[in-house]
Protein backbone atom coordinates (compact mmCIF):
# COMPACT_ATOMS: atom_id res chain seq x y z
CA UNK A 1 0.00 0.00 0.00
CA UNK A 2 0.83 3.19 -0.58
CA UNK A 3 1.49 6.03 1.96
CA UNK A 4 1.88 9.80 1.61
CA UNK A 5 5.24 9.40 2.05
CA UNK A 6 5.76 7.25 -1.20
CA UNK A 7 3.61 10.19 -2.64
CA UNK A 8 5.78 12.75 -1.51
CA UNK A 9 9.32 10.88 -2.40
CA UNK A 10 7.77 10.03 -6.10
CA UNK A 11 7.00 13.49 -6.45
CA UNK A 12 10.92 14.57 -5.75
CA UNK A 13 11.98 12.05 -7.65
CA UNK A 14 9.85 13.15 -10.62
CA UNK A 15 9.61 17.14 -10.44
CA UNK A 16 12.28 18.51 -7.67
CA UNK A 17 15.30 16.44 -9.02
CA UNK A 18 14.90 17.76 -12.75
CA UNK A 19 14.13 21.15 -11.85
CA UNK A 20 17.30 21.40 -9.07
CA UNK A 21 19.44 19.90 -11.86
CA UNK A 22 17.98 22.46 -14.88
CA UNK A 23 18.30 25.74 -12.70
CA UNK A 24 22.16 24.00 -12.13
CA UNK A 25 22.77 23.97 -15.34
CA UNK A 26 21.53 27.26 -16.37
CA UNK A 27 23.27 28.72 -14.28
CA UNK A 28 26.25 27.05 -15.11
CA UNK A 29 25.76 28.01 -18.73
CA UNK A 30 25.32 31.75 -18.39
CA UNK A 31 28.31 31.67 -15.97
CA UNK A 32 31.21 33.57 -17.00
CA UNK A 33 33.91 31.53 -18.25
CA UNK A 34 36.53 32.03 -15.24
CA UNK A 35 33.55 31.49 -12.66
CA UNK A 36 32.71 27.90 -14.60
CA UNK A 37 35.25 25.81 -12.42
CA UNK A 38 34.44 26.34 -9.47
CA UNK A 39 30.72 26.36 -9.91
CA UNK A 40 30.97 23.27 -11.87
CA UNK A 41 32.26 21.61 -9.09
CA UNK A 42 29.93 23.14 -6.25
CA UNK A 43 27.12 21.86 -8.41
CA UNK A 44 28.63 17.62 -8.38
CA UNK A 45 28.64 18.16 -4.64
CA UNK A 46 25.46 19.58 -4.03
CA UNK A 47 23.92 16.36 -6.56
CA UNK A 48 26.07 14.01 -4.71
CA UNK A 49 24.80 15.23 -1.35
CA UNK A 50 20.75 15.63 -2.84
CA UNK A 51 21.23 11.90 -4.37
CA UNK A 52 22.16 10.12 -1.61
CA UNK A 53 19.77 12.28 0.80
CA UNK A 54 17.01 11.16 -0.45
CA UNK A 55 18.34 7.54 -1.45
CA UNK A 56 18.57 7.71 2.24
CA UNK A 57 15.09 8.55 3.21
CA UNK A 58 13.87 6.30 0.43
CA UNK A 59 15.94 3.39 2.12
CA UNK A 60 14.44 4.24 5.78
CA UNK A 61 10.99 4.53 4.70
CA UNK A 62 11.31 1.59 2.85
CA UNK A 63 12.48 -0.29 6.01
CA UNK A 64 9.79 1.64 8.45
CA UNK A 65 7.05 -0.24 6.48
CA UNK A 66 8.97 -3.42 6.79
CA UNK A 67 9.33 -3.89 3.16
CA UNK A 68 11.83 -6.21 1.52
CA UNK A 69 15.11 -5.14 0.40
CA UNK A 70 14.49 -7.75 -2.33
CA UNK A 71 11.03 -6.34 -3.97
CA UNK A 72 13.88 -2.55 -4.20
CA UNK A 73 15.83 -4.91 -6.55
CA UNK A 74 18.97 -4.75 -3.20
CA UNK A 75 19.09 -9.30 -3.45
CA UNK A 76 21.44 -10.63 -5.71
CA UNK A 77 21.41 -14.34 -6.80
CA UNK A 78 24.25 -16.14 -9.40
CA UNK A 79 22.34 -16.99 -11.93
CA UNK A 80 23.28 -17.60 -15.95
CA UNK A 81 21.41 -14.56 -16.92
CA UNK A 82 23.72 -12.46 -14.06
CA UNK A 83 26.95 -14.39 -15.81
CA UNK A 84 25.94 -13.84 -19.30
CA UNK A 85 25.72 -9.56 -18.29
CA UNK A 86 28.91 -9.60 -16.31
CA UNK A 87 30.70 -11.59 -19.53
CA UNK A 88 28.97 -8.75 -22.25
CA UNK A 89 30.35 -5.94 -19.59
CA UNK A 90 33.88 -7.27 -19.37
CA UNK A 91 33.24 -7.09 -23.54
CA UNK A 92 32.13 -3.05 -23.24
CA UNK A 93 35.09 -2.64 -21.14
CA UNK A 94 37.90 -4.04 -23.48
CA UNK A 95 35.97 -1.80 -26.61
CA UNK A 96 35.54 1.17 -23.67
CA UNK A 97 39.62 0.81 -23.21
CA UNK A 98 40.44 0.81 -27.07
CA UNK A 99 38.44 3.74 -28.00
CA UNK A 100 39.96 5.72 -25.47
CA UNK A 101 43.37 4.57 -26.58
CA UNK A 102 42.10 5.92 -29.73
CA UNK A 103 41.11 9.35 -28.72
CA UNK A 104 45.29 10.44 -28.63
CA UNK A 105 45.38 9.70 -32.45
CA UNK A 106 42.23 10.10 -34.07
CA UNK A 107 40.86 13.76 -34.19
CA UNK A 108 38.46 12.73 -36.15
CA UNK A 109 36.90 10.81 -33.07
CA UNK A 110 37.52 13.24 -30.84
CA UNK A 111 35.17 15.85 -32.62
CA UNK A 112 32.50 13.48 -32.33
CA UNK A 113 32.67 12.75 -29.06
CA UNK A 114 32.95 16.68 -28.27
CA UNK A 115 29.92 17.19 -30.76
CA UNK A 116 28.09 14.65 -29.01
CA UNK A 117 29.41 15.99 -25.27
CA UNK A 118 28.65 19.41 -26.33
CA UNK A 119 25.34 20.12 -24.68
CA UNK A 120 26.71 19.45 -21.29
CA UNK A 121 30.04 20.50 -21.86
CA UNK A 122 30.82 22.50 -19.17
CA UNK A 123 29.14 19.92 -16.81
CA UNK A 124 31.82 17.71 -17.66
CA UNK A 125 35.47 18.00 -16.00
CA UNK A 126 37.97 20.03 -18.60
CA UNK A 127 41.21 18.60 -16.50
CA UNK A 128 42.41 16.16 -14.79
CA UNK A 129 42.74 17.02 -10.86
CA UNK A 130 38.92 17.38 -11.99
CA UNK A 131 38.51 13.78 -12.02
CA UNK A 132 38.72 12.20 -8.86
CA UNK A 133 35.43 14.32 -7.36
CA UNK A 134 33.74 13.68 -10.95
CA UNK A 135 34.27 9.81 -10.51
CA UNK A 136 32.02 10.35 -7.07
CA UNK A 137 29.97 12.08 -8.82
CA UNK A 138 29.37 9.19 -11.61
CA UNK A 139 29.32 6.44 -8.68
CA UNK A 140 26.73 8.48 -6.57
CA UNK A 141 24.60 8.66 -10.22
CA UNK A 142 25.12 5.06 -10.83
CA UNK A 143 24.24 3.75 -7.07
CA UNK A 144 21.59 6.43 -6.31
CA UNK A 145 19.56 7.07 -9.61
CA UNK A 146 19.06 3.17 -10.24
CA UNK A 147 17.87 2.85 -6.73
CA UNK A 148 15.45 5.57 -7.25
CA UNK A 149 13.79 5.27 -10.92
CA UNK A 150 14.87 1.15 -11.05
CA UNK A 151 14.06 0.59 -7.66
CA UNK A 152 11.78 2.74 -5.68
CA UNK A 153 10.18 4.84 -8.80
CA UNK A 154 9.51 1.64 -11.03
CA UNK A 155 7.72 -0.19 -7.22
CA UNK A 156 5.87 2.91 -7.01
CA UNK A 157 4.67 3.21 -10.69
CA UNK A 158 3.61 -0.30 -10.65
CA UNK A 159 0.93 0.34 -7.98
CA UNK A 160 -0.66 2.92 -10.17
CA UNK A 161 -0.43 1.81 -13.79
CA UNK A 162 0.21 -1.97 -15.57
CA UNK A 163 3.66 -3.59 -15.27
CA UNK A 164 5.20 -3.06 -18.78
CA UNK A 165 3.65 0.66 -18.89
CA UNK A 166 5.60 0.95 -15.62
CA UNK A 167 8.49 -0.04 -17.22
CA UNK A 168 7.85 2.17 -20.18
CA UNK A 169 6.84 5.01 -17.83
CA UNK A 170 9.67 4.93 -15.81
CA UNK A 171 12.05 4.96 -18.60
CA UNK A 172 10.62 8.19 -20.18
CA UNK A 173 10.22 9.65 -16.83
CA UNK A 174 13.91 8.92 -16.45
CA UNK A 175 14.77 11.10 -19.79
CA UNK A 176 12.03 13.61 -19.10
CA UNK A 177 14.37 14.12 -16.05
CA UNK A 178 17.63 14.97 -18.27
CA UNK A 179 15.73 17.51 -20.29
CA UNK A 180 18.42 20.09 -19.80
CA UNK A 181 20.41 18.38 -21.91
CA UNK A 182 18.30 19.11 -24.66
CA UNK A 183 16.12 16.43 -26.61
CA UNK A 184 18.75 14.25 -27.82
CA UNK A 185 20.34 14.18 -24.15
CA UNK A 186 16.17 13.24 -23.68
CA UNK A 187 16.03 10.47 -26.02
CA UNK A 188 19.67 8.90 -25.13
CA UNK A 189 18.99 8.85 -21.48
CA UNK A 190 15.36 7.71 -21.89
CA UNK A 191 16.99 4.33 -24.36
CA UNK A 192 19.18 4.10 -21.64
CA UNK A 193 16.17 3.84 -18.62
CA UNK A 194 14.94 1.39 -20.84
CA UNK A 195 17.93 -0.86 -20.73
CA UNK A 196 18.73 -0.54 -17.07
CA UNK A 197 15.55 -1.21 -16.26
CA UNK A 198 16.11 -4.27 -18.84
CA UNK A 199 19.34 -5.40 -16.73
CA UNK A 200 17.12 -4.67 -13.44
CA UNK A 201 14.32 -7.35 -14.67
CA UNK A 202 16.51 -10.26 -16.20
CA UNK A 203 19.01 -10.15 -13.30
CA UNK A 204 16.35 -9.98 -10.93
CA UNK A 205 18.61 -7.31 -8.93
CA UNK A 206 19.85 -3.26 -9.32
CA UNK A 207 23.48 -4.27 -8.56
CA UNK A 208 24.13 -4.86 -12.03
CA UNK A 209 22.55 -1.72 -13.59
CA UNK A 210 24.26 0.32 -11.15
CA UNK A 211 28.00 -0.79 -11.87
CA UNK A 212 26.81 -0.61 -15.72
CA UNK A 213 25.40 2.97 -14.92
CA UNK A 214 28.45 3.71 -13.28
CA UNK A 215 31.23 2.94 -15.58
CA UNK A 216 29.26 4.55 -18.55
CA UNK A 217 29.64 7.78 -16.24
CA UNK A 218 32.85 7.45 -15.49
CA UNK A 219 33.41 6.93 -19.49
CA UNK A 220 31.75 9.97 -20.67
CA UNK A 221 34.04 11.78 -18.01
CA UNK A 222 36.90 10.70 -19.11
CA UNK A 223 36.27 11.22 -22.27
CA UNK A 224 35.07 14.56 -21.46
CA UNK A 225 38.91 15.88 -20.02
CA UNK A 226 40.24 14.15 -22.73
CA UNK A 227 38.61 16.04 -25.87
CA UNK A 228 37.42 19.28 -23.96
CA UNK A 229 40.59 22.33 -23.73
CA UNK A 230 40.75 23.66 -20.38
CA UNK A 231 37.89 26.33 -19.22
CA UNK A 232 39.04 29.76 -21.10
CA UNK A 233 41.75 27.54 -23.40
CA UNK A 234 39.95 29.13 -26.59
CA UNK A 235 40.04 33.23 -25.27
CA UNK A 236 43.87 33.03 -24.12
CA UNK A 237 44.28 30.93 -27.86
CA UNK A 238 42.23 33.86 -29.60
CA UNK A 239 44.09 36.57 -27.25
Known sequence: MLTLADHLLAFIIIVALPLRAWTGMRTLRSAPTERVPALRRRLWVRAIAMQWSLTAIVL??????????????????PTAVLAGVLVGLTTIVSLVIRQRGALLSDEMLRAKVRERLGPVERLMPHHASEYPLFAVLACT??????????????????????????????????????FYQGMRGIVMTGIAGLFFTGVRLFTGSLWPAMVIHALMDLHAGDLARRVFPPD????VRDG
Not at 151 to 178: E, R, S
Not at 232 to 235: C, D, F, I, V, Y
Open 141 to 178: AGLCEELLFRGYLLWYLGHVVTQPVAWVLQAVIFGVAH
Open 232 to 235: GAEL
Open 60 to 77: VVWLRHYRSPITLGLGLE
